[in-house]
């Protein structure tokens, strides 16, 4: 894996509270968004700004509510489209577990995380994770909609509970006390990630 420090900027794109986000390499300026949303617009303004040459946008999941505006991304920006096949199998790019996206001096690395649709993706960069509806600040994503799996949904988050406390988690949604919290954070303040074992995961997440 390459090492850089990749910056990451957090969008409020969305009346439903969505992020969209823009990761790039501050020595080359490559960048990659993130889930447009309903405003794609301000990942282009902040392409703009930063005068960032778009190679990727990169979906965490299949959902309408963070894919609304790829359209207009591509068609400003020529970037390729990278998502798992299970949610968008016409993707340029379809990404698995253990995937890498070279950008710039660095590497984003792809982690498999279905619960909340079968095609749910984490993205890994240094100690930074951009979670989209896997993960919120002090609470988890949804498993009672269509192509939902609680049962692969704690298992998911079972794989981020033991990523080093220092990492920094993006959600995909402004749903906790702050934008952006750690698995430190969220080990002693997110009841889900408390949960001893499935059972009472289940109980938690789906009520009953």
């Known amino acids: ?116 649709t079968p095609g749910s993706v984490v993205f890994k960069t240094d100690q930074q994770i951009i979670t989209g509806d896997t993960l919120f600040v002090s609470r988890c994503g949804r498993a009672d909609l269509p192509g939902s799996d609680v049962v692969a949904l704690y298992q998911s988050l079972q794989r981020l509970k033991k990523l080093p406390e220092e990492t920094r988690i993006y959600p995909g949604h402004n749903y906790g006390p702050t934008p952006t919290s750690t698995i430190g954070w969220e080990l002693k303040n997110n009841e889900y990630l408390k949960c001893p074992d499935l059972q009472s995961f289940t109980t938690l997440r789906l009520g009953g």
């Open 1 to 116: 894996m390459k090492n850089a420090t990749f910056k990451i900027i957090q969008l409020h794109a969305s009346e439903m509270d969505n992020f969209s986000y823009l990761i790039y390499c501050p020595k080359t300026l490559r960048g990659a968004a993130v889930d447009p949303s309903m405003r794609p617009e301000l990942l282009l303004d902040a392409i703009k700004k930063h005068a960032i040459q778009l190679e990727f946008l990169l979906n965490t999941h299949g959902h309408a509510d963070h894919i609304s505006g790829n359209k207009l991304i591509l068609d400003h920006t020529g970037a390729k489209l990278a998502a798992h096949p299970a949610d968008m199998p016409t993707a340029d790019i379809l990404l698995a577990e253990g995937s890498e996206i070279v950008l710039g001096e660095g590497t984003i690395e792809v982690m498999h995380t279905p619960g909340h």
